[in-house]
């Protein structure tokens, strides 16, 4: 399975935190699923930490590649194809990053690994 994270997702599963459901868990500990972070989810981290919203460790430009590679997550780029999506989804909720990251799952065959209520309204696979 290809497996796109959302942002609170990536962050609980770097720090081990308890929110992280077993099933979650065990997605992302199974080698045959193939683990992704997107570049949207990326630009997200990076607009708290500097609003103050998301403190981290580290300067995030250094600590999200790094923990990334540490937890064997690979990039996922934003992609034109993804973008004229956007069109396409129904208006649920107005959040730029989670529209986005469903247009990626959508675009790319991908499962959203999220406990978000809002994005399973929307027409992209999702496990929690």
Known sequence: ???L?????FLWIITDAPELSERARSLFRDPSNDV?????SVWEMMVKHSLGR???????????PAERERHGIEPLPLEE????????????HNDPFDRMLICQAINHG????????????????TIW
């Open 110 to 125: 991908m499962t959203i690994l999220t406990p978000d209520k809002l994005i399973v309204q929307y027409p992209v696979a």
């Open 5 to 9: 994270l959302d942002t609170c997702t």
């Open 54 to 64: 998301l403190p981290l460790p580290e300067p995030p430009e250094g600590f999200i």
């Open 81 to 92: 194809g993804a973008v004229l999506y956007l069109s396409r989804l129904p208006r649920f």
């Open 1 to 3: 399975m290809k497996i």
């Open 36 to 40: 992704y972070l997107s570049s949207v």
